[in-house]
């Protein structure tokens, strides 16, 4: 619950600042910076733009892009031209996107300075480096011989994640568990014979 509230305290605080039960929910083609939005690219992956800084970004962003033109432009040449004309800003960077795969924006982004980076699908997060090493997954090994990938709490104790192991088996500790409550391994038995236990 803790990493949970962690994760809305944005939302949390600005509800409180605001006194609404919730926030408007933003709209995409009206951001506050068309460099700060998602775009979808031509094989239907999606890459987010994150440069805070609009008027630092924007000219090396038009660059990098092919759309030098765009730096001058009297609609787009600062952050309150952008502002004032968002939807035409967004329609244009969703056509320009939609234009080219992945592979592509990956490499042309790369050229320049902004920050940006690919929405991954959950499968792409286990090939994510950086996920691995900061310990935000744990490999856990299953009697049978199978492996799973699993994340743990977001929680550490003593600088150490919590230790992820298997659930234990259908009924692998019922005895134990009931001759600590002070059954005999007759009872225990005769529980089993009676299908009260397995």
Known sequence: MSAGLWAMQSSIAGSYVTDRDQLVKGDRRRPGNPLANVYRTADGRFVFLAMLEADRYWPGFCRAVGRP?????PQFATAS???KNIERCVALLDELFAEEPLEHWKTVLDSQEGQWSVVQSPR??????????NGFFTMVNYDNGA??????APVQFDEAPGDLRPAPGHGEHTDDLLRAC???????MNLKIGGAIT
Do not use: H, K, M, N
């Open 182 to 188: 002070g059954y005999d391994d007759e009872t225990i």
């Open 124 to 133: 792409e997060t286990l090939s994510d480096q950086q996920a691995w090493d």
């Open 81 to 83: 031209c952008r502002r």
């Open 69 to 73: 033109e765009w730096i001058d432009d």
């Open 147 to 152: 492996r799973l990938p699993l994340v743990p």
